[in-house]
């Protein structure tokens, strides 16, 4: 609990110490619509997870079986402790950074049992994600990745139409994410490669295929399914798990 | 006003509490605790329901269980079953809750099934699972 309050507090003094958006908006070139580029499918609306449309993914990660690992990966996953799957721990004995508030990163994410909606506007896709209130922007104007300004929790993303099929690619993450909620790590060399397709106008299918050098030794391979609904996308911030785990804390040192 | 029944059981509603993996209960049993609601918090990223219920030396415990997301509950996210909004219970309501306890015997459970006096399931499965052995 120490480590995430001072987690906020640095988080605090450094927004208060400068202003990166100037820099940021400089790295970022205007690129002019090309209205060729905007063509496909429409995926707007909110989607839930459809657990019985046969994707790979599960609850906690992409496969039963954990992926062809580095030893570099292997080292660090080892020492991770998850509350999912074979390894699974209680939460207070856990070191998922997801349980300190860091965001889930791409693909981890779409394992958060939560809605999420797309927005599909010209040039620019945007996801939002109900788990604490996340959102991505997908350019599909036509640029290229931002090389120059490091890592980000859920990447830099920019897609394509392959006839009716987005194709996203995503770069540039910070290496203190797990790919899935049992503990695989991933380095900064780690590539998404998303291919969002309707399977008819209410389900939505995203095979997703994850690549790194430096922790893979194969490509990791899987897909999730959505349906749509008529929800709207609510409320829900990590923050509110702090109220949770002093509840959670009490049953721990009940006597 | 009280029942508590341990029973093993496997059972397949677990996904109605997706933050946890394993540790804190004992995920191979299933109890009823039935009583009068004291407290019951609508919100994320669990609902809890706190209830005293008496224990078999006649005492009054205070239980409390946790379901899954307030957003989850207020979707409906089972057929049959009502909406949840925040004044779906009262503190003074009967209610029996059913869920797999604490590992370490402590007065806390998963919540599987919410039942109220007049026999309204609120959430989980028809039947209780808990069977008294």
Not at chain 1, 102 to 110: K, L
Not at chain 2, 15 to 27: F, I, Q, S, W
Request: aromatic share 12%; glycine share 6%; hydrophobic share 35%.
């Amino acid at each position: 609990m120490r480590k995430y309050f001072f987690f906020i507090l640095s988080f605090l003094l450094i927004g208060c110490g400068q202003n990166t958006s100037q820099n940021i908006n400089d790295a970022v070139e205007t690129v002019s619509v090309d209205p060729a580029l905007e063509h496909g499918a429409d995926f707007s609306g909110v989607w839930t997870r459809d657990n019985g449309a046969g994707a790979q993914a599960h609850n906690s990660s992409w496969s039963r079986e954990i992926p062809d690992m580095t030893p570099w990966a292997r080292e660090q996953f080892d020492v991770h402790l998850p509350t999912f799957g074979a390894r699974a721990v209680a939460v207070a004995d856990t070191n998922d950074p997801v349980y300190e508030c860091y965001p889930p990163g791409t693909p981890r994410i779409y394992l958060h049992p939560f809605p999420m909606e797309i927005l599909q506007m010209p040039g620019r896709i945007l996801m939002i994600y109900e788990y604490d209130g996340i959102t991505r922007n997908i350019y599909t104007d036509g640029r290229e990745h931002r090389d120059n300004i490091g890592v980000t929790w859920m990447g830099d993303s920019i897609g394509y139409w392959d006839q009716d099929v987005l194709v996203v690619e995503t770069k540039n993450m910070r290496d203190d994410t797990w790919i899935d909620r049992e503990g695989v790590p991933h380095s900064e060399e780690m590539t998404v490669i998303e291919r969002f397709q309707l399977r008819d106008e209410n389900s939505l299918w995203i095979d997703i295929e994850i690549t790194d050098p430096v922790a893979l030794n194969t490509p990791w391979v899987t897909s999730q399914a959505y349906q749509k609904t008529d929800w709207t996308i609510e409320e829900f911030k990590c923050m509110d798990n702090v109220n949770f785990a002093a509840w959670e804390d009490q049953i721990l040192e009940y006597n | 006003m009280k029942r508590v029944a341990f029973v093993l059981a496997v059972f397949a509603f677990f996904t109605l509490n997706a933050h946890h993996g394993a540790g804190v209960y004992d995920t191979t049993a299933v109890i009823d605790v039935t009583g009068t609601v004291t407290e019951f918090q609508f919100r994320n990223p669990h609902v809890l329901i706190f209830i005293d219920a008496e224990n078999e030396a006649g005492q009054s415990v205070n239980w409390s269980g946790e379901l899954t997301s307030r957003n989850r509950l207020a979707r409906q996210i089972q057929e049959n079953r009502p909406q949840w909004t925040n004044d779906i219970l009262e503190p003074g309501d009967t209610i029996t809750l059913t869920g797999n306890p604490a590992g370490n015997g402590s007065p806390f459970l998963r919540l599987i099934r919410v039942e109220t006096s007049d026999g309204t399931v609120l959430i989980g499965p028809d039947q209780s699972p808990a069977e008294e052995y």
